[in-house]
């Protein structure tokens, strides 16, 4: 089955609005990464987490590896910021595998 | 649910040698792409690859890297001469559709190579 379930699969916020995404995983994982995909579907790495929280601009990600959630926090949404998020995990057990979240299509809007 | 296979997952080589990681895509996609993963440290996007040629390509896709897919095999990526730090995991991608649609990129599990 799926190790990462990722919410909300599409988004709508006004712009300088804000909301959160998340990813839940069902074992353990080492790190997580967040990334954007960009207009030609490469994905740009927002945060690499470890542990705790990092904050980017108006983007701010938390890790918990001990009850097993990742979230992206994004505040005073512009309309640029529309786009697909992915998170994708380590897990403790295997250091050659990455698990990746469904992605959340988010649409700002005026 | 659609699958992207990586051969082999596992690939050790000595330094100056070629060699060249299979991905298998998902069998009617058309975007294909390479990320690297150094241990411990973030995956950083590498190429994508579209009908046949690289779109877009970062700094790390060093003049040794060349990607292709020949009558619609496997996506693979050349690395040739090999060098220490080109160890990492590898991992390949491939979506159906490009930046209009929703479609999320699917990943393999990655190929683990280990340069000596």
């Known amino acids: 089955g799926d190790q990462v379930e990722q919410s909300p699969s599409a988004l709508s916020l006004h712009e300088g609005t804000g909301s959160a995404l998340r990813c839940n995983f069902t074992t353990t994982m080492r790190a997580v990464q967040w990334f954007r995909k960009n207009s030609r579907g490469s994905l740009i790495n927002l945060f690499y987490l470890a542990s705790g929280t990092k904050e980017n601009g108006r983007l701010k990600s938390a890790f918990d590896s001990k009850e097993r959630y990742s979230t992206l926090h994004i505040r005073d949404a512009q309309l640029e910021d529309s786009g697909t998020y992915f998170c994708?995990?380590?897990?403790?057990?295997?250091?050659?595998?990455?698990?990746f979240g469904s992605g959340t299509k988010l649409t700002v809007e005026p | 649910g659609p699958k992207v296979l990586q051969i082999p997952s596992h690939q050790i080589i000595d330094m100056g040698q070629m060699v060249t990681l299979n991905c298998d895509p998902v069998?009617?996609?058309?975007?294909f792409y390479w990320y690297k993963q150094i241990l411990g440290q973030q995956m950083e996007f590498l190429v994508n690859f579209y009908n046949g040629k690289v779109m877009e390509k970062s700094k790390l896709f060093k003049d040794q890297f060349s990607v292709e897919r020949p009558d619609g095999s496997y996506f693979t990526l050349k690395i040739q001469p090999t060098a220490l730090e080109d160890s990492a995991v590898y991992f390949c991608a491939s979506s159906i559709l490009d930046k209009f649609s929703n479609e999320r990129l699917f990943f393999g599990h990655g190929t683990k190579l280990s340069v000596l």
């Open positions: 994708a995990a380590e897990p403790m057990s295997n250091y050659n595998v990455l698990y």
């Open positions: 069998s009617n996609h058309l975007y």
